[in-house]
């Protein structure tokens, strides 16, 4: 059966550590400039339904660097799901290409791609999660920490597709989760209950709580995205009411770890969710984060369409 990548639950914990460990081997072999063209001649479609500088540079040069090819569908060439249908696009592109990204709005469309097209299908971004952020956020972790076991990392702000994304990779691996978030705001039940099942496994730990500075005491790390999501838009000016409080600013930083680690899956809408201070400050490691999609992502196009 052919192989996606949909969500980080769709993994075991221990698929998680070693695509992990993937992805770190390749990290150190485009430092030693040691590609070894793990996907030579193959093509990768890339289909958005909404913007991206990250995930559409990242899976660029990871094909690139690996001896592939990659290209760039934007929102208004093919309209998935509007000129044509999902199945007929997947079906479609499965006949030139050899795997398929897309950024998405509805999850829905995502598991469409996957269940109509012949060849893999990654997820880039849905309403839902975000496990490519997701397996690059870990790998920061891991890098920044040496492990991933035990460690403290409070997401502060919406209960939205990155946070299921950490929820689960948190899960995966041994994290203390902790998840400050407005009420009416929070994950979803569904993602939490799969966390908390995979947690009892793994040791890791799940709290979903209100005030951001009960999950910010003592973390290792603070974590924070937008407000408002790419497709929330008309929403905006009633979150930017609600989410003040849970702005990551030198107060919130100051009740955590003296080392402490800050991430962002950027863009960041500074002023908003994080101030310049923060974002810029010596605890950030949001651009080494941006950078590890890459890598992540190597890892994840390796183990998916690797010669
Ligand atoms: N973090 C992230 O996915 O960034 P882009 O929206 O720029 O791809
Ligand atoms: N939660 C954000 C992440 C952007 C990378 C969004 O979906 O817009």
Not at 22 to 43: H, P, V
Not at 143 to 162: C, F, M, Q, R, S
Request: proline share 4%; net charge negative.
């Amino acid at each position: 059966m052919k192989k996606d990548f949909i969500s980080i639950a769709d993994k075991t914990p221990q698929e998680t550590l070693s695509l992990l460990g993937l992805a770190a081997r390749l990290k150190r072999d485009l430092y030693a400039k040691q590609s070894r063209n793990l996907l030579f001649g193959k093509t990768l479609a890339m289909v958005f339904q909404k913007p991206s500088l990250r995930t559409r540079v990242s899976f660029e040069m990871a094909m690139k660097q690996e001896g592939g090819d990659a290209l760039y569908i934007a929102p208004d060439e093919i309209k998935l799901g509007q000129r044509e249908s999902v199945p007929d696009v997947a079906r479609v592109l499965a006949r030139y290409v050899d795997g398929i990204m897309a950024r998405v709005f509805s999850h829905r469309d995502i598991l469409g791609l996957a269940e109509w097209a012949s060849v893999p299908v990654v997820n880039g971004l849905s309403d839902f999660d975000h496990p490519c952020q997701g397996m690059a956020d870990l790998l920061t972790i891991q890098e920044k920490l040496g492990g991933l076991k035990g460690v403290k990392l409070a997401y502060v702000g919406d209960g939205n597709n990155v946070l299921h994304s950490l929820l689960m990779g948190g899960a995966n691996t041994g994290m203390r989760i902790w998840a400050a978030t407005p009420t009416g705001y929070g994950p979803l039940s569904e993602v939490v209950e799969w966390a908390r099942l995979r947690a009892a496994e793994t040791g890791a730990e799940i709290h979903l709580v209100v005030d951001p500075y009960e999950a910010a005491t003592d973390a290792d790390i603070i974590y924070t995205d937008t407000w408002t999501s790419m497709g929330q838009e008309t929403e905006a000016a009633i979150r930017r009411q609600v989410f003040p409080p849970y702005q990551v600013n030198a107060a919130l930083v100051s009740i955590a770890k003296k080392q402490v680690g800050v991430m962002h899956c950027l863009p960041a809408h500074r002023g908003e969710e994080i101030t310049d201070e923060v974002a810029d400050g010596a605890h950030s490691w949001i651009f080494d984060q941006a950078e590890n999609r890459l890598h992540a992502q190597k890892a994840v196009l390796v183990d998916l369409l690797g010669v």
